[in-house]
C-alpha cells in the first residue's frame, strides 16, 4: 500500500522567506499526488495536483510542487511566504486504481512577522 | 462556487449512542467519500460511495459504520454505538469523476464521552 512521508510536523518561515514543505511516497509506479491545506477551523483546500502531465505544477496561491520520480519527492514551494499561509498542509496520494486518498501526517506551518 | 457542507459542525455524545453524520455534496458529483482526523493525527480514509454501493473501504469501516445516500443530495455517515476513539473530526468529500479532484467539507468535530 502506499504510503505518504511528510518531514517536519512544524515549519516556521518569516515572512517573505522561501517556503519549503517535504513530501515523500513510496511507489515504483508514479500515482497522483496532491497537496492540501488546511487553514484553522476550516476543511481541506485542493492546493495542486500532479496527474503525470507535467513534472512542475502550480497551483493556487503561488504555490508549486515539483514531481521527482529519482526522489519519489514531491515538495511543495512558495517563494515568499505570506502571513496568511499559516495553516497545516497535507501531502496526498492516490493510486491508479483505489479511490482512497492516503494522507501524510501533514505539516504546519508557521509565518513570523 | 460550489461547496460541499456538513452538519453538524460539532456533536458531543455519549458512549453507546448512534450518531449520524450529513454531508451535502456537490450536487453533480457522482462520488463520495467520509475520512476521519482524530486529534493531532493523520487524515484516515474510511469509505468510498458510488452508483449506491460502497466501493471501497478501510479497516477502520467496520460493522459500527455505515453509509447511505437517502435521497438524491443528502450523505450520510452512521456510528451505530460510538466509543470513545470515535472522537475526531469527520470530512465528507465528493468529486465529479474518475480522475477528478476530492473536493471536501469542513468537517464535523464529533466528540464522544
Known amino acids: 500500500a502506499q504510503s505518504v512521508t511528510q518531514l517536519g510536523s512544524h515549519v516556521s518561515v518569516s515572512e517573505g522567506a522561501l517556503v519549503l514543505l517535504r513530501c515523500n511516497y513510496s511507489?515504483?509506479?508514479?500515482?497522483?499526488l496532491f497537496w492540501y491545506v488546511q487553514y484553522p477551523n476550516q476543511g481541506l483546500q485542493l492546493l495542486l495536483k500532479?496527474?503525470?502531465?507535467?513534472?512542475l505544477v502550480k497551483g493556487i496561491n503561488g504555490f508549486e510542487a515539483e514531481f521527482k520520480k529519482s526522489e519519489t519527492s514531491f515538495h511543495l514551494t512558495k517563494p515568499s511566504a505570506h502571513m496568511s499561509d499559516a495553516a497545516e498542509y497535507f501531502c496526498?496520494?492516490?493510486?491508479?486504481?483505489?479511490?482512497?486518498?492516503?494522507f501524510g501526517s501533514g505539516t504546519r506551518l508557521q509565518v513570523q512577522p | 462556487e460550489p461547496e460541499v457542507t456538513q452538519t453538524p459542525s460539532h456533536q458531543v455524545t455519549q458512549m453507546g449512542q448512534e450518531v449520524i453524520l450529513r454531508c451535502v455534496p456537490i450536487?453533480?458529483?457522482?462520488?463520495f467519500y467520509w475520512y476521519r482526523q482524530i486529534l493531532g493525527q493523520k487524515v484516515e480514509f474510511l469509505v468510498s460511495?458510488?452508483?449506491?454501493?460502497?466501493?471501497?473501504k478501510s479497516e477502520i469501516f467496520d460493522d459500527q459504520f455505515s453509509v447511505e445516500r437517502p435521497d438524491g443530495s443528502n450523505f450520510t455517515l452512521k456510528i451505530r454505538s460510538t466509543k470513545l476513539e470515535d472522537s475526531a473530526m469527520y470530512f465528507c468529500a465528493s468529486k465529479l469523476g474518475q480522475g477528478e479532484t476530492q473536493y471536501f467539507g469542513p468537517g464535523t468535530r464529533l466528540l464522544v464521552l
Open positions: 460511495f458510488y452508483n449506491n454501493e460502497i466501493s471501497e
Open positions: 511507489s515504483s509506479v508514479p500515482p497522483y
Open positions: 496526498a496520494v492516490r493510486d491508479t486504481g483505489r479511490r482512497a486518498l492516503t
Open positions: 450536487s453533480n458529483h457522482l462520488y
Open positions: 500532479y496527474t503525470s502531465a507535467a513534472t
